[in-house]
């Protein structure tokens, strides 16, 4: 652990962002990466407005707030990693994406460097071959919102030591989270294995007409004591990041019913894809809601 002191993230949107400062609130200096400024420069103002509402809160302190940001570069210039002793990818979920970045890392990080993804449907046996160092590769997957979700499933491929697991392990807890180590690959893991049951049958019940979507939303979060209900989880997340996982699925079974269902495609291709966009399945206001 005394050799791991600075965190590389690869992807600055919603999800990457809050990696990357939950990991700076931690102790760790981070990089945070983005090919684009503009997205560095978004995910800056949002960790900022974040930081200000926990501040108001009395969650944190001004200082741990300035200490944390002062722990953080932002940088759209993957060389910066070359410092990195642990890098956790959050790109697009598309496996080829991650294979070129993955391929390109290995060549900048130190040879020590773990190579984590936050995929938890890309599993990183896909991935770790286009390296040298196949054994310190893994998954590390953070739940939406990173800076509220407390757990983090670590997942340890045939490939990947024992030793890099438990290195996984105990970043996880040195940045407050609660780690839930899987002994080996499934793609979904455990939370979206299970979530995703639930998923393809609010779907279904929605494409069929058996109830709206504000409804089965409804019973999931009255009657099931669930915190969010499918759809509303679904605009969260992003809508593409279903389609794309579903996608993927696809891809690998040839299973038609693992495409992405038919009202997911709708929504992609309108370019409704939840709050990011300001309408999903629900419609939101940017000037009153928090992504």
Do not use: W
């Not at 103002?45 to 944190?60: A, N, P, T, V, W």
């Not at 409804?218 to 593409?240: E, Q, R, S, Y």
């Amino acid at each position: 652990m005394s050799g791991i002191k600075t965190i590389g993230v690869v992807g600055s949107g919603a999800m990457g962002s809050q990696i990357a400062m939950v990991c700076a609130l931690g102790g760790y200096s981070v990089i945070l990466h983005d090919v684009s400024d503009e997205s560095l420069t978004k995910a800056k103002h949002s960790l900022q407005g974040h930081m200000d509402r926990r501040i108001q809160k009395g969650r944190l302190t001004e200082n741990e707030v300035a200490d944390a940001f002062s722990r953080m570069m932002f940088s759209s210039s993957l060389e910066d990693l070359q410092q990195a002793d642990f890098v956790i990818e959050a790109i697009v979920e598309k496996l080829e994406a991650k294979r070129e970045l993955f391929a390109k890392l290995d060549g900048i990080v130190p040879k020590h460097a773990i190579l984590a993804t936050n995929s938890s449907t890309i599993v990183s046996s896909k991935i770790a071959d286009v390296t040298d160092r196949p054994e310190k590769v893994c998954n590390v997957h953070f739940f939406n919102p990173a800076l509220v979700m407390e757990l983090v499933e670590v997942v340890r491929g045939p490939h990947t030591s024992d030793e890099t697991a438990e290195l996984a392990v105990e970043v996880v807890k040195k940045i407050q989270k609660v780690p839930v180590l899987l002994k080996k690959e499934i793609s979904g893991f455990i939370a979206n294995r299970i979530l995703g049951k639930l998923m393809d049958e609010a779907v279904y019940l929605l494409e069929n007409g058996y109830a709206d979507h504000e409804e089965i939303d409804l019973v999931c979060t009255k009657a099931l004591n669930h915190p969010i209900g499918p759809f509303a989880l679904m605009d969260l997340t992003g809508i593409d990041v279903n389609y794309f996982v579903r996608m993927q699925r696809y891809q690998e079974s040839g299973d038609e019913a693992d495409k992405p269902a038919q009202i997911v495609q709708d929504k992609v291709q309108k370019g409704e894809l939840g709050r990011k966009t300001g309408k999903g399945f629900y419609t939101y206001d940017h000037s009153k809601v928090r992504v």
